[in-house]
């Protein structure tokens, strides 16, 4: 609001010609009236700035029904509490009540509420010169919590049971002899999957065979390599999938 929008009254120095257009609403004009003028906002002078407000509603005929109520209410408030203040109110502990406090905090949180709108506009407004409309910042996913695994040796062995248990049993009627698993071939395996990743998941090992001999010759594998310290082994809870990392240089300097 630009100060040409208030202009002295011809009927008196403190009376003001606005239009209300220009205003959201009673509290937007009622907090212009203090604030153009330096009032302190916690020592309203109620008497002047009711025949200011009141001044400025002259033309409250043009507005919308809702608006204009919204104005005449405000314009009965300011009444009311000027007349209160003709006869000052003591509350319960004997200090006097100050009928301007309800105003008070309306306008305050008003303010604090617009102040909030403009500057969300503000920052939508330099959004829109530095990107499209319809853009969506990515935002990057969170690293993942380098946790040491903290097990029991029985909750490894169910583990591994449990993934045992869900391995494919050959048709029942046949018995086949497959060549007997080495946990070298194994730990070699493990090895050369690590180079090609950090980590490596305990059921990608596994997956390819699919039986419970290499499900523990696996699993023996990846143990052998942890007490090596070639490898460490993980599990973020009991039951959660088993990951193998490759261990690094400033680990294995240490």
Same mark, same amino acid.
Not at 140 to 160: F, G, I, K, R, Y
């Given at each position: 609001?630009?100060?040409? !929008? ?21 509290? %937007? ?21 009711? &025949? ?8 409250? =005929? ?35 009540? %100050? ?6 905090? &309306? ?21 829109? #010169? ?8 990515? #935002? ?27 391995? !494919? ?14 946990? =070298?071939?194994?730990? =070699? ?8 990743? &950090? ?37 973020? =809870?009991?039951? !959660?999938?088993?990951?193998?990392? #490759?261990?690094?240089? /400033?680990? /294995?300097?240490?």
């Amino acid at each position: 609001m630009s100060d040409a !929008a208030l202009a002295p009254h011809p009927s008196g120095p403190d009376l003001y010609q606005v239009e209300l257009e220009r205003f959201q609403g009673p509290l %937007d004009l009622l907090l212009h009236l203090i604030r153009n003028q330096d009032v302190d906002i916690f020592d309203i002078p109620i008497s002047r700035i009711t &025949r200011q407000f009141l001044a400025a509603i002259t033309q409250v =005929e043009r507005l919308e029904l809702e608006r204009a109520g919204e104005f005449l209410e405000m314009a009965a408030t300011l009444v009311r509490i000027k007349a209160q203040m003709l006869f000052p109110r003591r509350t319960d502990d004997g200090e006097e009540e %100050d009928p301007r406090a309800e105003l008070v905090r &309306r306008l305050l949180e008003y303010e604090h509420f617009r102040e909030a709108a403009r500057l969300l506009e503000e920052a939508e407004r330099n959004r829109s #010169r530095l990107r499209e409309r319809g853009y969506v910042e990515v #935002r990057p996913a969170p690293p993942l919590a380098d946790v040491p695994l903290h097990t029991e040796w029985s909750e490894v062995w169910e583990a591994v049971r449990g993934l045992a248990a869900r391995l !494919a049993e050959p048709e029942p009627g046949y018995r086949f002899l497959g060549r007997p698993v080495r946990m =070298e071939e194994k730990i =070699e395996l493990i090895l050369g999957m690590l180079q090609e990743s &950090r980590r490596v998941e305990f059921a990608a090992v596994v997956s390819p065979w699919g039986t419970r001999m290499h499900a523990v010759v696996s699993l023996l594998a990846c143990l052998e390599l942890a007490k090596r310290s070639r490898v460490r082994v993980r599990q973020a =809870e009991p039951f !959660a999938p088993l990951w193998v990392y #490759r261990r690094r240089a /400033e680990d /294995e300097a240490a």
